[in-house]
């Protein structure tokens, strides 16, 4: 299943306890180490976006970067090397309008409640994220593509009725 509904990291065990055995693996099977599985798991298409080396997945940091920029905390050319096609346009247009600007006591900032992703091909993630502000919840929704560079843009960008 490619679909996640938590921003949480789970923490994951470091190795098995030594009473338990794989029984799944032959005996001739060589044990698995570090190296070998951060490897097969940074490669395959079905684990999630995050890098090998503890950095934090880009649908992460492109949620936090759209939310700044929707709710009026910085720039809209601030997102212009992250994005790819129509999506600059689409993301100037959504943030004239503010739909993620706060309306009412000043201090409280919409934050990301939560976050979900679709593999939606090789080098290519839908994303959606709730935003909330207060006790308001919104949804955002943006399409992630990995470029030949190997750096991720967003290449479309949606939120919920104002």
């Not at 338990?20 to 044990?31: E, S, V």
């Not at 995050?50 to 880009?58: L, S, T, V, W, Y």
């Not at 935003?131 to 750096?151: C, K, N, P, Q, Y």
């Amino acid at each position: 299943m490619n679909k996640v509904m938590s921003r949480t990291v789970q923490p994951r065990p470091r190795h098995r306890p030594p009473t338990r055995r794989d029984t799944r693996r032959p005996g001739g099977a060589p044990p698995r180490t570090a190296a070998r599985t951060t490897a097969v798991r940074a490669h395959s298409p079905r684990t999630t976006p995050q890098a090998a080396a503890g950095q934090p997945r880009p649908t992460d940091l492109f949620a936090d970067r759209l939310l700044a920029v929707l709710s009026g905390q910085r720039p809209v050319h601030w997102m212009l090397r992250h994005t790819a096609g129509r999506a600059y346009d689409d993301l100037a247009r959504l943030a004239e309008r503010g739909p993620l600007r706060t309306r009412g006591p000043r201090g409280i900032r919409p934050v990301v409640q939560d976050i979900g992703y679709y593999v939606a091909g090789e080098g290519a993630l839908e994303v959606f994220a709730r935003v909330a502000t207060g006790d308001r919840l919104r949804a955002m929704a943006f399409r992630l593509e990995r470029g030949e560079d190997l750096r991720w843009r967003c290449t479309a960008v949606e939120t919920g009725p104002v």
